[in-house]
């Protein structure tokens, strides 16, 4: 007589049935597990270098925002380096002086906690750069000698979006404001970029920053699109760093002018309803009037019953 035997969701099956369907469980368990591990362990330490890292650091180029990481593990050992990677913020919450001395000399800016990645790997990818003569993230080549007006201009448009970036990118005033941009200025949801210039410690610091943002709102926009650096990128920087030579941030007067345009407008909108609809509201109310008035007399004309009658 065969033997059967309950699973759990109720049903009857055979115990050879059982046994196969728990090694497809197994299969897709490890499958899934090989799926989500893969990219990690498979991390391309370039591309996360060039997504991540180029837009404070140089191998090689110079000092950015952050150090040049040109022979690093000449400066701190392999352990301590790895252990700031994973988590920097904890690092110089911790008090390691090597970690404050570091938040100093970067202005206060501290390196945020990166997803995704594989500290020794990119360790690796750094000492390989360092042995090479020029590393290719030696950073970026921008020239020294004053932009010339045109260049500023055209950076202005670019921000403003009156003339387009070639790979579609969107323009900086959706986003962003600086000073002297009228009387509604630019966006509000990113920083004022008046004296980026200065925070990201001149124009290689910021053409860095813009070639490779390292925010994720501007990595998902930017990324597929970057900007052209022998033209938009370069008129880009000399708009900010025009920006930052007439002083100053961006005033609210702006923002002020925009609630006050808003407000006009409810205004107008609440005024333009009334006159619209003050008719039918009238006709409405009248209707209800003349109906509460005849039930009323209505019941006034009943005559009152006989007590006796009940």
Known sequence: MTAWHERIDGAWAKPGSLRLSGRWVLAVMATGWLCWAGPVAGQDPVQFFRQNCVSCHTIG??????????NVEQRKDRQWL????????????????????LKGEARGVIMPKLAGMTPEALLDLIVAESKLEKSQFAGLQIPDEPFRPEQIQRGREYFLGHRPLSQGG???LHCHTVRGLGLLGGGRLGPDL??????????????SWLLAPATPTMRSLFQAQPLRTNDELL??????????????????????????????????????????????????????VAATAHSRLS????PASDPAEL
């Open 61 to 70: 180029g110079g000092r950015l925002t952050g150090p040049d990481l040109k």
């Open 82 to 101: 790895v252990r700031f990677l994973l988590d920097p913020p904890a690092v110089i919450q911790s008090g390691d002086p090597y970690a404050l001395q």
């Open 170 to 172: 969107p323009p900086c």
């Open 194 to 207: 008046t004296r980026v210039f200065e925070r990201l410690q001149g124009r290689r610091g910021l053409a």
């Open 235 to 288: 008129e880009l920087v000399a708009f900010l760093e025009d920006s930052v030579k007439r002083g100053g941030e961006a005033d609210w007067s702006s923002s002020l002018a925009l609630f006050m345009l808003g407000l006009a407008g409810s205004v107008a909108g609440l005024v333009l309803v009334d006159t619209l609809w003050r008719g039918r509201f009238s006709g409405v109310r009248r209707r209800l």
């Open 299 to 302: 019941r006034s004309s009943v």
